[in-house]
Nanobody, 124 residues
C-alpha cells in the first residue's frame, strides 16, 4: 500500500515552468514504477510520463517530449515532474500514480495507487 500526495500546481502563463512533486508514504515505494497522468475537464485521463522503479528508465507521451522531465528520489520517497515551456493545452489536473504490478507501462489500468491531483492552469 502506498499513499500519494501531489503538490506544486498553479496558474502560469504560456512559456512558463512548473515543478510538480508527489510525496509517497509506504515502505515499497522503491519497488514501483511511477507515472504522471493528467485530466482536463470533460476529457479522459491521459498518460504523461513514467519512470522505472530505480529511476533508470523514463518514457513520455509525444506531446510533452522535450518539455517535461520526470524524476524520483527513492531515498526521500518523492516523485517530480519538471514542466517547461508550458502550453495552454497542458491545463489539467495532474495525478501521480504507482504501478502496483511492478511493470513499466503507460496503461492507466496498471496503476493501483493514485494521489488526489494538483491543478495546473496555463493561460495564453
Amino acid at each position: 500500500q502506498v499513499q500519494l500526495v501531489e503538490s506544486g500546481g498553479g496558474l502560469v502563463q504560456a512559456g512558463d515552468s512548473l515543478r510538480l512533486s508527489c510525496a509517497a508514504s509506504g515502505r515499497r515505494f522503491s519497488n514501483y514504477a511511477m507515472g504522471w497522468f493528467r485530466q482536463a475537464p470533460g476529457k479522459e485521463r491521459e498518460f504523461v510520463a513514467l519512470i522505472s522503479s530505480s529511476g533508470g528508465r523514463s518514457y513520455y507521451t509525444d506531446s510533452v517530449k522535450g518539455r517535461f522531465t520526470i524524476s524520483r528520489d527513492n531515498a526521500k520517497n518523492t516523485l517530480a515532474l519538471q514542466m517547461n515551456s508550458l502550453k495552454p493545452e497542458d491545463t489539467a489536473v495532474y495525478y501521480c500514480a504507482a504501478d502496483g504490478h511492478y511493470s513499466f507501462t503507460s496503461r492507466i489500468d496498471s496503476y493501483d495507487y493514485w494521489g488526489q491531483g494538483t491543478q495546473v492552469t496555463v493561460s495564453s
